[in-house]
C-alpha cells in the first residue's frame, strides 16, 4: 500500500530542495538520501571494514587532524557525555552563554562531577580575559566550550581561547563543536583540542543518529585511568575499536553509507576550505540584508558583529512584533525556519544556513521573510 505521510509532510523531490533552513536537522541532498538504500552488510564483515578504511582520510581533512576520527550511532549529546565520563576528574569549567554550554554542565552535574559555571548574556561569548581570570580563580582539570552555541548564534572565538587553557597544565578542552565542525574553521590539530565532536544533522547535512569525534592522546590516558567511564560512551574501546576499523556496537549502517556519499560531495566541492567559504558567504548574506531592508523593518542579530557563527543566524524580530509569526507566515509558504530557543522563542528567529544551502536559497528565504514584515 501507498505510504500515508502526515499532511505536512511528502517525499521530497530534487526540485523541492533548499527550503528547509532549520538549524538542526539540516535538509538532506537527495544524493546523500539516495545512498541509504544500499543492502545492508554485516557489521564485522570486510565490506563494513573497507567502508571505513575509504572514510578515515575524508574525515582527517574534515576535521583537519591527523588523529583518528571515531563515529557513534548516537546524538552528538552522546559524545558530549562520553567528553565529560572520559575526560573529566572531578571538577569542570563550563563555558555557559546558552542552552548548550548549560547542557554541557549539566551533563557532567549528572556524571557526579563539580561544575563551576562561567555565564555571559544570551548572545554574548566568553571572552579571553574572562577565561584568564577563571582559571586564575579556581582549581579544574577541564573546560567544556561550546564553540557555535545553536541556540544563539553565537561563534565563540576559539582560536583565541584555546591557547588560555593550554597554559594550565592538565587541564583539558573539551568542544563541542556541533553547528562549526564542516561549516566554519575549526583546526583540531593546530588547537591542540583535547575532544572536539560533532553531530550528523547539522553542517555533515547527514539524517539524525551519528556523533562523530576526535581525542587527543592525553584524552585517551586520561580515560584510561578514569574507573567509571561507562561502556556503551567509553572512549578507549571506541580507539581500540575504530583502529581496526571495526564499530564499536551494531552501528546504524544505512547513515554511514549516507556520511560515505557525503564525504565524496565535499571532495568534489573542492574539500572543506571550499565548504566553509560557502558557508560564510551564506552568513555575509544575511548581515547584508540585516544591514539593508531586513534592518529597516526593524531586524537585527543578537551576536554581535566578529561573533556570529557561519551556520546558524539568530534575529531579533522588530520591536512589537512576535517572531513566532514569521516562522509560521514561512512555514504557510514552503518553507522552513526555526523559532528562537526556550526563552528567546518570542523574540528571536533562527535561519540554519548549513549543509548543502547556498547563497541563493539563503536570500530567497529571505526575501521571503521581508514580504511577511511587510
Avoid at 584524552?219 to 574507573?227: I, S
Avoid at 549516507?258 to 567559504?277: D, H, K, S, T, Y
Amino acid at each position: 500500500p501507498p505510504l500515508n505521510f502526515p499532511s505536512d509532510v511528502s517525499p521530497m523531490t530534487d526540485m523541492e530542495f533548499g527550503r528547509f533552513l532549520l538549524p538542526g536537522p539540516t535538509e538532506v541532498h537527495p544524493d546523500v538520501l539516495r545512498a541509504m538504500l544500499r543492502p545492508m552488510v554485516g557489521h564485522r564483515s570486510t565490506a563494513m571494514v573497507d567502508l571505513l578504511a575509504a572514510m578515515e582520510e575524508p574525515l582527517r581533512r574534515v576535521f583537519r587532524t591527523q588523529r583518528r576520527v571515531i563515529i557513534g550511532t548516537c546524538a552528538a549529546t552522546g559524545f558530549m557525555e562520553m567528553a565529560v565520563r572520559c575526560g573529566v576528574k572531578q571538577r569542570m569549567l563550563a563555558l555557559v552563554g546558552g542552552a548548550f554550554g548549560q547542557r554541557f554542565a549539566a551533563i557532567a552535574e549528572a556524571c557526579g562531577h563539580d561544575v563551576v559555571r562561567l555565564e555571559v548574556p544570551l548572545g554574548e561569548t566568553i571572552e579571553p580575559d574572562m577565561l584568564r581570570d577563571a582559571l586564575m580563580r579556581t582549581e579544574v582539570d577541564a573546560v567544556s566550550l561550546v564553540h557555535s552555541e545553536t541556540s544563539t548564534g553565537a561563534l565563540a572565538p576559539l582560536s583565541e581561547l584555546a591557547p588560555i587553557v593550554h597554559e594550565r597544565n592538565d587541564v583539558l578542552l573539551l568542544v563541542d563543536a556541533v553547528t562549526s565542525m564542516a561549516g566554519s574553521p575549526v583546526e583540531t590539530d593546530a588547537l591542540a583540542l583535547d575532544f572536539v565532536f560533532t553531530g550528523s544533522q547539522k553542517a555533515l547535512a547527514l539524517p539524525p543518529g551519528l556523533a562523530l569525534g576526535v581525542a587527543s592522546e592525553r584524552m585517551v590516558q586520561r580515560a584510561k585511568r578514569l574507573p567509571l567511564r561507562g561502556a556503551y560512551l567509553d572512549l578507549v574501546t571506541y580507539e581500540e575499536s575504530f583502529a581496526e576499523r571495526q564499530p564499536t556496537n551494531t552501528p546504524a549502517v544505512s547513515l554511514f553509507y549516507a556520511l560515505g556519499e557525503q564525504l565524496r560531495r565535499i571532495e568534489i566541492e573542492g574539500g572543506i576550505a571550499a565548504r566553509w567559504a560557502r558557508h560564510e558567504a551564506m552568513r555575509q548574506a544575511v548581515e547584508s540584508w540585516v544591514d539593508g531592508p531586513g534592518g529597516t523593518l526593524g531586524f537585527r542579530f543578537l551576536p554581535r558583529e566578529g561573533r556570529r557563527s557561519w551556520t546558524v543566524s539568530c534575529l531579533r524580530a522588530p520591536e512589537g512584533r512576535n517572531a513566532r509569526d514569521f516562522v509560521q507566515a514561512l512555514k504557510r509558504e514552503g518553507w522552513t525556519i526555526g523559532s528562537g530557543y526556550a526563552s528567546l522563542k518570542p523574540s528571536t528567529l533562527r535561519i540554519g544556513h548549513m549543509g548543502d544551502h547556498n547563497v541563493e536559497s539563503v536570500r530567497a528565504a529571505l526575501g521571503r521573510l521581508e514580504e511577511a514584515a511587510r
